[in-house]
């Protein structure tokens, strides 16, 4: 763990600490001699006392004008699970129910079907990291790599908002990619895409995705949110169709996982409950143990240094407010001996 400054010309003010070894802010109080007061050991720890915290005070506040920080670091930390790259369809038919209409009265879209799902899912994984991506026309990187949940449940409640243009898989995949760096020691990393439909991937994204998927090796996953009568990935051709990535795009995105050489789950889901089917049974394969680092930012240590500037501050107001003279202190016995005089 480190600390610096963002101003450290500021550090010039630190000699001002020393201020109070020569000097004293309490009323200076004349006497003939010294020796003539006893020896009071209270005394002398409340006065070291008061130049310890003047000191304090000093510099303490030097320190919260120089501006102090804690340097950002990695702690590493141990959990049971996965690191989950989740990668959600946002293209304007995921707006749409399961049977293709735009939500009236009671009504769930796909995409609200998938948010409270993946919710939920994301509260039953207490110790695993999550990223989400989000795609449409083009990849939005969401929420990079995380255990916070309350910041992935966050990002995952953001997806049903209306989404727009068509699907562009193919950047989507590697940008969720991208958040599973190669090497580690995380045994279990996952791709999850959630979509309801696919596109044809370009040749050379094609070739890109299979060199970064041999490299880092994720389990992939695939929630096809069907809508009911359409084309599925396991349909074959009818015998007056072609069988192109045009004509069936959800079968040649099937094709092309297949032939990325790592492990690979593909569930259709034709409603809210495939779906939480669906979400239960990965749920269920992905859990091992794994340890992790994670990068904690700099913190900003300003209002630190001026709460102790102020306590100390504090206690020097109160002994100001204390402190009294030796006049006041020998008027006070005389008075009283002059009341009991007798007339």
């Known amino acids: 763990m480190s600390f610096g400054v963002a101003s450290p010309l500021a550090l010039c003010l630190l000699p001002l600490v020393l201020a109070p070894l020569f000097f004293s802010a309490l009323r200076p109080s004349p006497v003939a001699s010294v020796a003539a007061a006893p020896q009071d050991a209270l005394s002398g720890v409340v006065a070291l006392a008061l130049r310890l915290f003047a ?42 129910t399961f049977a293709g209409r735009t939500p009236a009265g009671g009504d769930e879209s796909k995409a609200a079907a998938a948010k409270r799902i993946m919710s939920d899912f994301v509260g039953r994984r ?15 990187l969401v929420m990079p790599m995380t255990d916070h949940r309350e910041a992935v449940r966050a990002a995952v409640q953001a997806i049903d908002r209306p989404g727009l243009g ?19 020691e995380v045994e279990s990393r996952v791709i999850l ?91 269920r394969l992905e859990r091992r143990p794994f340890r992790y680092a994670e990068r904690i930012p700099r913190k900003d240590l300003t209002s630190e240094a001026l709460l102790v500037a102020a306590f ?32």
Request: glycine letters at 8%; proline letters at 6%; aromatic letters at 8%.
């Open 166 to 184: 068509y699907t562009n898989i193919g950047r989507g995949l590697a940008m969720a990619l991208s958040q599973l760096p190669a090497g580690g």
């Open 126 to 140: 207490a110790h695993d990291l999550f990223g989400v991506t989000a795609f449409a026309t083009s990849p939005i």
């Open 312 to 343: 100390a501050s504090s206690f020097l107001l109160a002994a100001k407010f204390a402190e009294t003279s030796l006049k006041q202190a020998a008027r006070a016995p005389s008075a009283r001996s002059a009341a009991r005089r007798p007339a």
């Open 55 to 96: 000191m304090l005070a000093i510099g303490a506040s030097a320190l919260a004008v120089a501006g102090p920080y804690r340097e950002g670091r990695s702690v590493l930390r141990y959990g049971e699970g996965a690191e989950i790259s989740i990668l959600i369809d946002r293209s304007a038919s995921m707006n749409e």
């Open 193 to 283: 895409l959630v979509s309801d439909g696919a596109a044809v991937i370009d040749p050379r994204i094609q070739d890109q995705l299979r060199a970064d998927f041999r490299k880092i090796r994720p389990n992939l996953y695939w929630l096809f949110l069907r809508t009911q009568g359409s084309k599925g990935f396991s349909d074959k051709p009818d015998a007056d169709e072609l069988d192109t990535p045009q004509a069936l795009p959800e079968r040649h995105l099937d094709l092309f996982f297949k032939s990325l050489g790592v492990p690979y789950h593909a569930f259709e889901a034709e409603g809210p409950a495939a779906v939480a089917d669906a979400i239960a049974e990965i749920d």
